[in-house]
């Protein structure tokens, strides 16, 4: 399939899909004339890139978890799975500590807003 059918079928950009591209966690094959063309599998592959960048893993840090996760085939990984399991862990601590960060923040702010209203 083409980029934007890609695109339409997923809801991801065509930018975002280059992007993809660029980082190495999609694929596609070019045409004789140049153009893109992705294999159905690409959807599911795009699918998975959104819930991992939903959970917080940035572009550079999904290219190294996305070898070791299963393909929605249920094909085996590339990499270890325990590895896989602590890179998201790891990612888990990095998102609660930037909780932490943002709880205290409020915490200083309504202090502020206090000692301000007198």
Do not use: F, N, W
């Given at each position: 399939m083409k980029i934007g059918e890609l695109s339409h079928r997923t809801g991801?950009?065509?930018r975002s899909l280059r992007y993809y591209e660029q980082k190495c966690i999609l694929a596609s094959e070019?045409?004789?004339?140049?153009?893109?063309?992705?294999p159905e599998a690409a959807v599911d592959r795009v699918i998975l890139i959104q819930q991992l960048l939903a959970a917080?893993?940035?572009?550079?840090?999904?290219?190294?978890?996305?070898?070791?996760?299963?393909d929605h085939d249920g094909g085996p990984a590339e990499t270890a799975t325990p590895w896989l399991v602590d890179?998201?862990?790891?990612?888990r601590s990095r998102i609660d500590r930037s909780i932490e960060d943002l709880r205290y923040t409020r915490e200083v702010l309504d202090e502020v807003i206090v000692?301000?209203?007198g």
């Open positions: 991801v950009s065509v070019r045409t004789a004339g140049g153009h893109r063309e992705y917080g893993l940035s572009g550079d840090k999904i290219a190294s978890v996305l070898p070791c996760m299963r890179q998201l862990e790891a990612e000692t301000a209203a």
